[in-house]
């Protein structure tokens, strides 16, 4: 069975672009979690989408803003990119109304010059 | 707000050596704690899973305790081996689904 798949694996871009990262769950998950690792700062929690709508967000600005599809794939967007957006950004999916265990896809190093 | 504290934050050990990790967190109102394995610049692996009414969960050389009540759990690692390290990471999930992630404990075991 396929894991949890993201792309790119690094996406490097300028101060003020946006970037889209993307993200694919375990066939059958229905929930997409996304996380930041930044450095120095752990994992915190981004945006949770399921059946199509956002159902919870962290504590981030709104220029941080996604979706998922009706195949249950999510992109993350981040609009006008600042340099402490350089993070790892970490895909998640599960069976919300199962299994609350969450698998984590290998991540999307993005970096902001 | 939910807080998870990890120690030590680095540990040192030589192979074969059992060891055990700390994971603290500050409100016990949890459905459940993860444990995860991080590699560098890797994503995550998720070890064990254990629910809020479960006390632990074993998993070959690991185990994993959790005393929800102090807001403590622990990961035993039995026997290491160089191939166990990694960073690892406990995390809890909350009613709002979200897991809350400690800082993590970054684990050297030297040959």
């Known amino acids: 069975e396929a894991g949890v798949t993201q792309s790119p694996t690094h996406l490097i871009k300028t101060r003020g672009q946006q970037a889209t990262l993307r993200c694919s769950p375990i066939s059958g998950h229905t929930s997409v979690y996304w996380y930041q690792q930044a450095l120095g700062l752990g994992l915190q929690f981004l945006l949770w989408y399921d059946e199509g709508e956002e159902r919870n967000r962290g504590n981030f600005p709104p220029r941080f803003s996604g979706r998922q599809f009706p195949n249950y794939s999510s992109e993350l967007n981040v609009n006008a990119l600042e340099l402490e957006d350089s993070a790892l950004y970490l895909c998640?999916?599960?069976?919300?109304?199962?299994?609350?265990?969450?698998?984590f896809g290998p991540g999307t190093r993005l970096t902001v010059t | 707000k939910q807080e998870v504290t990890q120690i030590p934050a680095a540990l040192s050990v030589p192979e074969g050596e059992n060891l055990v990790l700390n994971c603290s967190f500050t409100d016990s109102a949890i459905y459940n704690l993860q444990w995860f394995r991080q590699d560098p610049g890797k994503g995550l692996t998720s070890l064990l899973l254990i629910q809020s009414s479960q006390r632990e969960q074993t998993s070959g050389r690991l185990n994993a305790s959790l005393d929800k009540s102090s807001g403590r759990s622990t990961l035993y690692i039995a026997a290491s081996q160089p191939g166990d390290s990694a960073t690892y990471l406990c995390?809890?999930?909350?009613?709002?689904?979200?897991?809350?992630f400690g800082t993590g404990t970054r684990l050297t075991v030297i040959p």
């Open positions: 998640a999916s599960n069976d919300y109304r199962g299994s609350y265990e969450q698998y």
């Open positions: 995390a809890v999930k909350t009613g709002a689904n979200n897991l809350f």
